[in-house]
């Protein structure tokens, strides 16, 4: 069983530049999630995607934006840059048919905005 | 909406030691409730899962929980560290129902000193 793959791991970009970060779901599953967490913060969540539709949205800006594809994969992409965005992206897949499935994460993308 | 607070924002303990790291939640709804473990440059690893039944929980590499609903807690234990348990560990807490949005506490990190 594969697990969930992100790239890339490490990314530098400058203010006002876009990112989009890429995710690869378990095997299996059709959800994903992803999270942002700042240097010595737990991880907040962004958004979820099902079935290719944002399935809820944390407190994030319309910049963050995203896609799932049908093979279930997924990208996060940021507009426009600011330094408070530098933080590691975490990517998480679970089966959203079964509602007490677990969530399970891949390694992230450590972003740094300069 | 829920929330999660992690009591210990450092615990430093002796290797062969017994280790409890407290987390309290607070939700308007039922929540699942969740350990995760990142080691240091890695993602997420899930440590152990409340979901319904017996409210003590065992989890990999040892790990145990008790969930008490009256005081909406969940700390986690082990009965006896090992120099690799040093890490971030975080409790989470997701609604039983709608989107599988985690939310995190801040986390706790665990030093096992020799």
């Known amino acids: 069983e594969t697990g969930v793959t992100q790239s890339p791991t490490h990314l530098i970009k400058t203010r006002g530049q876009q990112v989009t970060l890429r995710c690869s779901s378990q095997?299996?599953?059709?959800?994903v999630s992803w999270y942002q967490q700042a240097l010595g913060q737990g991880p907040q969540f962004i958004f979820q995607?099902?079935?290719?539709?944002?399935?809820g949205r944390g407190n994030f800006p319309p910049r963050f934006s995203g896609l799932q594809f049908p093979n279930y994969s997924s990208e996060l992409n940021v507009n426009a840059l600011e330094l408070d965005d530098s933080a590691l992206y975490l990517c998480?897949?679970?089966?959203?048919?079964?509602?007490?499935?677990?969530?399970?994460f891949g390694p992230g993308t450590r972003l740094t905005v300069l | 909406a829920q929330s999660v607070t992690q009591l210990d924002s450092q615990v430093p303990v002796f290797e062969e030691a017994p280790v409890e790291l407290r987390c309290n939640y607070s939700?308007?709804?039922?929540?699942?409730l969740f350990w995760y473990v990142q080691y240091p440059n890695q993602g997420l690893q899930l440590l152990l899962k409340?979901?319904?039944?017996?409210?003590l929980v065992k989890g990999i590499n040892g790990f145990e929980a008790e969930f008490n609903k009256s005081q909406t807690s969940f700390h986690l234990r082990k009965p006896s560290v090992h120099i690799s348990d040093t890490a971030e560990y975080f409790c989470?807490?997701?609604?039983?129902?709608?989107?599988?949005?985690?939310?995190f506490g801040q986390g706790t990190r665990l030093t096992i000193n020799p």
């Open positions: 989470a807490v997701r609604s039983i129902q709608g989107a599988q949005k985690l939310v």
């Open positions: 939700s308007s709804v039922s929540v699942y």
């Open positions: 995607y099902y079935r290719e539709e944002e399935n």
């Open positions: 095997s299996g599953h059709n959800t």
């Open positions: 409340y979901l319904s039944g017996s409210t």
């Open positions: 998480a897949s679970s089966k959203r048919d079964f509602n007490t499935d677990t969530q399970y």
